[in-house]
């Protein structure tokens, strides 16, 4: 037999079993897509810094974000941010066209069912190739891993910066 302390905590431990199940019913029965509305940026104005070409202004194009929390059998949230891009068109000073293309995704293990407080774990990767003419003349590259050491540990071999991404 099974004792609790007072009905406050029964309480609260069947809304957390009452809410995870039905996340993980929600999860499984709607498709990601229908979860996760995409939300377009425009990328008009931003600027993209090469060390082979120097600043670059986007003309066009958009950056396609995404963001899905699903909760695991385990209670702990999962939270999965992608970005893509979509005809982003670049232009340098001397008058040079280029494209960005590309994306990445960050994922965040939470140890509950609420998106706060200390991380589990993250993982992050970013991929994006600066474009002309066929030629890739500069790249974004950049990989974080944070486990439950809690220190990340960064690879970055770009020799491009994307606005946001400092």
Do not use: K, W
Request: charged content about 15%.
């Amino acid at each position: 037999m099974t004792t609790y302390r007072s009905t406050h905590i029964r309480s609260t431990v069947r809304h957390a079993m009452a809410t995870t199940t039905a996340a993980l019913v929600i999860g499984a029965a709607v498709p990601a897509s229908a979860a996760a509305p995409t939300h377009d940026v425009p990328a008009a104005g931003e600027v993209v810094t090469c060390d082979t070409v120097g600043a670059l202004t986007a003309t066009s194009g958009s950056l396609r974000q995404r963001e899905t929390t699903t909760i695991d059998g385990r209670g702990r949230a999962h939270v999965l941010f992608t970005i893509s891009t979509d005809h982003v068109r670049l232009v340098g000073a001397d008058g040079t066209r280029y494209r960005l293309t590309g994306g990445g995704f960050d994922h965040v293990l939470y140890p509950g069912g609420a998106v706060t407080g200390d991380v589990l774990s993250e993982h992050e990767l970013f991929f994006f190739n600066v474009v002309t003419d066929g030629d890739i003349v500069g790249v974004v590259r950049f990989r974080l891993r944070t486990g439950s050491d809690q220190i990340p540990h960064v690879v970055d071999a770009s020799t491009c910066q994307l606005p946001g991404m400092s």
